[in-house]
């Protein structure tokens, strides 16, 4: 996915609201230069190990919220980084982020015991969003029935969405397209992360099919409502309000 | 190496050697057997009718005295019927028979001998060879009874002569042929290694010699050769290929250059941002491109293939139209599908998917004539041994004379330059059908293009 405009708010202005400390692992310097800076003027605490032996001692205090991890490092690779803290139970989340870009590769990479995973090259909203939706879904409780959203509902037994009380009708895709939105509200989600995890492709169609989707879902969600509850992040992605 | 002792060395001659070698053990025990059915068997014959004969005298002397055995000696003596008789005191004094006088003989009292016997045919006389046997009568007599196995003797020496001859004949028919089909056998082995060794030095042209009589070796020499054809296509594409990606990626990288140039002449901020901001459009579609080509690649070399499952392709049908079909509608058009479950393929979903989204790509940006909108549909059925999506689109279609060469990567046709793309879309869906063993197939939907799918059903292992 494509983002056009780089002057997005999300990492020139608006701080992050959850200030988090994450640690990168990464091998090129200027890369993690870039990296490091990019983080830090988002509102996050960003550590840099430049080989993976240094990645795996400061990865293994456990003190960061989020893990950036390319794969192939000095000393020690990326994969057996994560296998070691992940034998070790430390359950810090990880992204990886790599040249290997190609399905097989990715599936490695998450067996390993990765949460998510970036190729290279990447845009650096695309990695935010991905960073700021690992480091908040470990405090997530992940077995709740009902998720909430500003005055927006879903109760996932019955399957059903109200707003203000008022039930909304949504197709099935709509609904998983929702419901991913919702548990990540207050969260912006990008393209790519959604046609990963709504529609489970993992490669780039070239066209905004997901916008036209997001507009069919916002017309029946904030169709008829004074504050729209579904935002598009301009340069990034969407997000949906949680207060 | 000496080429007498390559021509040895071949497989061909060796085989040749120990098939001459088992043909003169089964000749030899051939001729063995007929050798000991006649020739010894014949001369054991005479012995017992000799050994008779003998016995028969012995008993006339002992019946009817020596008047007795005496007459039937005579008598016998008369018939020209090849018995050698001689009956003679013991002082050796012939005393009947057709034999002048006793042969030299060893002293024993009752032996075989052989001796050598003059014998009148016609006007000329002939040594023959007589074996008789030599008994001793009462110990007052010495009787010797014989034939004339000339006639035997020499017939065994033909069939021991044949024998030798065939042995003979045989060995050197074998070895001759033998050397003659290596020889043979040699020089189109040397003619296919020669030309692999024009090859390897570089003429890609060259090809293995084909005899044309479909024999092992020219079945080789064809097999061989088709493997060269599809190297030397594949050779010709990735030369294209690399030419057409430098060209494909100087022209952005020249329009960055000139911009950011421009931008840096101009000095103003406003034209510094515009020029940043273009750069990572123009290098985000810069990797696009690369992306699609790596996917291609990956797709092409069939790498993954151990990664595919059984799969029904009407799922992603229904998934891709899915996610599309608000697109459409966006767009004034329609995108409707038409797949029963049931379209079991070996099949790798993402790739597939990728595939069907490029083809409904493609019909939703040139699906649809001027000034009307897009009305696509994509089918999905089992068609023999086949499953066949097809995405149908009312556009322009694809002449006759292109289709073959959209799949090429970076092909666009004029009609399609003034919309974004990079041409890469249908060469990625024919890598991917050709990792699936499958085809894509371009016809004219009459109006519009019919893109097709054609995969291999899968059947259940039962």
Known sequence: MQLKELDSPLWTAKPARQPMRILVIEDDREAAG???????ESGHVADHAGDGEEGLNLASEGVHDVLIVDRMLPKIDGLTIIRKLRENGIKTPVLILSALSDVDERVKGLRAGGDDYLGKPYA?????ARIENLGHRSVDAPLATRLRAADLEIDLLTRTVTRGGKPIVLQPREFKLLEYLVRNAGHIVTRTMLL????DYHFDPQTNVIDVHISRLRSKIDKGYDEPILQTVRGAGYMIRDT | MNPRIKLLRTSTFRLAALYL???????SALLGYVYWNTAVLLERQTDETIRAEVQALADQYRIRGLRGIIDTIQRRSAEDSGSVYLLTDSSGRRIAGNLNSLPAMPDDEAAWIEFPLDVEKGSSRERHIVRAFH??????????????????????????????????????????GGLLMSRNFLRRVDAITDASRTIMAGNMAGRMPVQ??????????????????QIESLMAAMKEVSSNVAHDLKTPLTRIKARVEAALRSGSEGEYRAALERTVDESDRLLDTFNALLSIARAEAGQSRSGLIPIDAASIVSDVVELYEPMAEEEGGTLVSDARAGLMVMGDRQLLAQ?????IDNALKYGAREGETPQITVSGAVEDDKVVIAVRDHGEGIAPEDRGRVTDRFVRLDSSRSKPGNGLGLSLVS?????????LVLEDNAPGLSAKLVLPLHHEAS
């Open chain 1, 34 to 40: 870039w990296l490091v800076k990019g983080l830090a």
């Open chain 1, 124 to 128: 650096f909203a695309e990695l935010l």
């Open chain 1, 196 to 199: 990963e995890n709504v529609w």
């Open chain 2, 21 to 27: 070698i088992l043909f003169a053990v089964s000749v």
């Open chain 2, 135 to 176: 008994a001793d009568l009462a110990g007052s007599f010495d009787l010797v009874v014989g034939r004339d196995v000339e006639a035997l003797r020499q017939f065994a020496s033909i069939i021991r002569r044949t024998i030798y001859y065939a042995l003979a004949i045989a060995l050197v028919l074998g070895l001759g």
């Open chain 2, 212 to 229: 044309g009589s479909n024999d092992e070796l020219d079945r080789l020499a064809l097999a061989l050769n088709e493997m060269l054809d």
């Open chain 2, 355 to 359: 595939a069907l989204t490029n083809l």
């Open chain 2, 431 to 439: 890598g991917v059908m050709k990792l699936h063993k499958g085809t």
